[in-house]
């Protein structure tokens, strides 16, 4: 049996909110120590910085990557010192950093996926080992490239449920959403359903100038137009069997444009709770329970709205005593660990890879 070691995950989400950083101990099988955690948001010059890269969508467009790339790679290096003083640990006491970057592009259609991050710089800034690029090896053996947290939440399904409570389904709410269905025995699937608050951050951006419909306060006092969500969900994505994956910008808000923000924002809530229950529907058997994590758990519209459309019980992370703010970070402290020692990241059912696959590139320090 390995050995348990620290190690710090980095996560920087397609909602674009920041950095998450989070400590655990872990052999690569199961968590024995779940250390500090931390959310640090973008300023807003490298935000929109990333926001440029993103909406460029085209390799030839992205000459300012590299400036942008250093940016975001110190930032994650500065939340990275942040957490280390608040476990108390040094360098030497971390044996790896899983780091993520931030997806700018990702088409696995055509084979495409961009995460900026520099790793060998993040691992000369803080003198510990990194592991980025845990997207590469997957798509060049034919996988989607996503979702990759899977195995990381199947390793806390099995601390905290019984098999009488299985299947359940983990859905992670960034800009885009994502489940993870877990079945008895091991039985596992994993594939985007479709957007998560992207759209909905995007309209309040556009429309108020703000990050986010706090708490969902404004698509609560809308009305959803019918017709519109009708369109929304007229995408053959939707009944598309998976393991699938999406880029941020795979869907278009502009049906809602003519709505007023409230009504604006209600459909799209409807349309990715509506995307969640189509997506159930794919899975083996009906989950038993929705758990969910990532940033929309704080929008109750959103969570209402996914309790009406899946008829099932839906409750955040924190249910199960999971911490869904550091939940994607802690995932690639784990993946991390599994890397180095040549563990599978990746399966058929999470990301459609034809075989169980490691990945990940690393980065030593010496």
Same mark, same amino acid.
């Given at each position: ?24 101990? =872990? ?8 250390? /500090? ?26 000459? +300012? ?7 975001? =790679?110190?930032?994650? %290096? ?23 970057? #931030? ?6 259609? #055509? ?11 993040? %691992? ?20 989607? *490239?996503?979702? $990759?947290? /899977? ?28 489940? =993870? ?6 039985? $596992?699937?994993?594939?985007? =359903?479709? /957007? ?12 108020? *100038? ?23 969900l007229d995408d053959s994505y939707f009944s598309a069997p998976p393991p699938k994956s999406l880029d941020r910008n795979a869907f278009d808000r502009a049906p809602v444009e003519a709505l007023a923000i409230a009504d604006g924002? %209600? ?27 990532? +940033?929309?758990?704080?929008?109750s519209a959103l969570m209402a709205a996914l309790r009406r459309r899946c008829g099932i019980a839906v409750d955040p992370v924190e249910a199960l005593g999971w911490r869904g703010d550091a939940l994607e970070a802690e995932a ?9 020692? +040549?563990?599978?990241?990746?399966? /058929?059912?999470?990301?459609?890879? *034809? ?7 690393? #980065?030593?320090?010496?």
């Open positions: 049996m390995a050995e348990p070691v620290y190690a710090l995950g980095l996560m920087s989400g397609t909602s674009l909110d920041g950095i998450d950083a989070a400590l655990i101990r =872990t052999d690569g099988e199961r968590v024995h120590e779940f250390g /500090p955690c931390i959310t640090i948001p973008y300023e807003a010059a490298l935000r929109q910085a990333i926001r440029g890269l993103i909406d460029a969508r085209q390799e030839g467009a992205l000459s +300012g990557a590299a400036r942008v790339e250093r940016e975001l =790679t110190e930032a994650h %290096a500065a939340a990275s010192g942040v957490v280390l003083a608040e476990a108390g640990l040094n360098a030497g006491q971390i044996r790896v950093v899983g780091f993520h970057g #931030h997806t700018i592009w990702h088409d696995p259609e #055509h084979g495409i996926t961009r995460q900026i991050g520099d790793g060998a710089l993040l %691992a000369r800034r803080l003198g510990i080992d990194v592991v980025n690029d845990f997207r590469g090896a997957d798509m060049a053996a034919g996988g989607q *490239g996503a979702p $990759l947290a /899977p195995l990381y939440h199947r390793a806390l399904a099995r601390n905290s449920l019984a098999t009488a409570e299985l299947p359940v389904a983990v859905l992670n709410l960034g800009g885009v959403a994502n489940i =993870t269905w877990i079945g008895e025995e091991n039985g $596992l699937l994993a594939f985007d =359903t479709g /957007p998560g608050c992207a759209l909905i951050d995007d309209l309040i951006l556009a429309r108020r *100038g703000k990050p986010y419909d706090r708490n969902g306060e404004l698509a609560a006092a809308g009305q959803v137009d019918k017709a519109v969500l009708g369109r929304l924002a %209600a459909t799209l809530v409807a349309f990715s709770a509506q995307a969640v229950a189509l997506g159930l529907a794919l899975c083996p058997q009906m989950a038993r329970r929705i758990l969910v994590t990532g +940033g929309g758990r704080h929008n690639f402290a784990y993946l991390a660990v599994r890397s180095l020692r +040549g563990a599978v990241l990746s399966l /058929p059912e999470t990301t459609g890879v *034809g075989h169980a696959l490691s990945g990940g590139v690393l #980065h030593r320090v010496d």
